[in-house]
């Protein structure tokens, strides 16, 4: 006996499952994938709106002057002539072979000056003189120099015209004036103390600076 006719399967909507599948992986694949760059957020303002502080500027340093040396270049029997050597000792005369070995006159030979000596002749103490003509700027740094390591001898001219600085260390006497632009140092272990020196400086302000 013929079976009766089955009814027919329903077709499933396969095609639709598998699209809207499709979909869904996408849609997940872009939301978790690794290399998907988040976008960048602005940095909140800083508070109160306003900007980060700058940092203040440098100062200004300003540079040293620069001044050109100025030369003195004054025979030594015009710094101090032999009479007046002769007065102030007459056993002194000029020191052979002399070369500055006191710093100080050194100091004024390096800044374009001049130096002599002068010898005993009996005990070979040497009396060192330099004379330098120095820019203001310079002149200035060597007054303060000298007001810091001497003592102020007034007697050796009135300030502000001449001022004079000595001192004594070592067994050596060291007198220092300076006047209109000039620097004199008279350097010696015979100078014991400021007056030792007076004529000396009193006749090289004489025939320098006049």
Partial sequence: MPRPNAPRPRLRPVTLAVAGASALALLLSACTD??????????????????APTAPAEPTVEPEPTEEPIPFDV?????????????FNPNYGTAPDYS???????????????ACGWSNQTSGEVIEVGVATLPEHAYELQ????????????????PPEVEGFFRQSGGVGQAQ???????IVVESPVL??????QDLVADVIANVVG
Wanted: aromatic content about 8%.
């Fill in 177 to 183: 004036v300076f006047s209109n632009g000039y620097w």
């Fill in 75 to 87: 025979a030594c029997d015009e710094i101090l002539t032999a009479d007046q050597v002769y007065a």
């Fill in 34 to 51: 690794p290399s998907a760059s988040p976008t960048e957020s602005t940095a909140p303002p800083a508070a109160g709106g306003s900007a």
């Fill in 192 to 197: 014991f103390e400021p007056g030792d020196a």
């Fill in 143 to 158: 007054v303060g120099d000298a007001a810091m390591r001497s003592n102020p001898v007034p007697t050796y001219g009135t």
């Fill in 100 to 114: 500055p070995t006191a710093a100080t006159v050194g100091d004024v030979v390096d800044a374009s000056g001049t």
